[in-house]
């Protein structure tokens, strides 16, 4: 019964910040890896950045230096700070969780979010 609820999406001009917030609920013992995808209108959709449970960072160079993901194991809670937002980061933004152990060997490995929304205004 794992479920992952993102939040922090919304409307912001060019330039501006948002915070994202993914968090994971069920009986969930532990999460290897959790990462962010973004689908905008007309485009597959595509890696933003994902981190281990050990703090491995991986991003799409399109977002470095602008992007910063981070977690935390014990709320299985992971983040996307983004920061000089630009109309082309506009997207439906999914939450990823890879690796995925519960105490119940029958549930799947991985799980999406319904994803949230994040537009840039120019």
């Known amino acids: 019964q794992v479920q992952l609820v993102e939040s922090g999406g919304g409307l912001v001009q060019a330039g501006g910040s948002l915070r994202l917030s993914c968090a994971a609920s069920?009986?969930?013992?532990?999460?290897?890896?959790m990462g962010w995808y973004r689908q905008a209108p007309g485009k597959q959709r595509e890696l933003v950045a994902t981190?281990?449970?050990?703090?491995?960072?991986n991003s799409a160079d399109s977002v470095k230096g602008r992007f910063t993901i981070s977690r935390d194991n014990a709320k299985n809670t992971v983040y996307l700070q983004m920061n000089s937002l630009k109309p082309e980061d506009t997207a439906v933004y999914y939450c990823?969780?890879?690796?995925?152990?519960?105490?119940?060997?029958?549930?799947?490995?991985?799980?999406w979010g319904q994803g949230t929304r994040v537009t840039v205004s120019s």
């Open positions: 990823n969780a890879q690796g995925v152990v519960t105490f119940s060997p029958l549930n799947p490995n991985d799980y």
């Open positions: 069920g009986s969930i013992f532990s999460i290897d890896t």
């Open positions: 981190i281990t449970t050990v703090g491995i960072t």
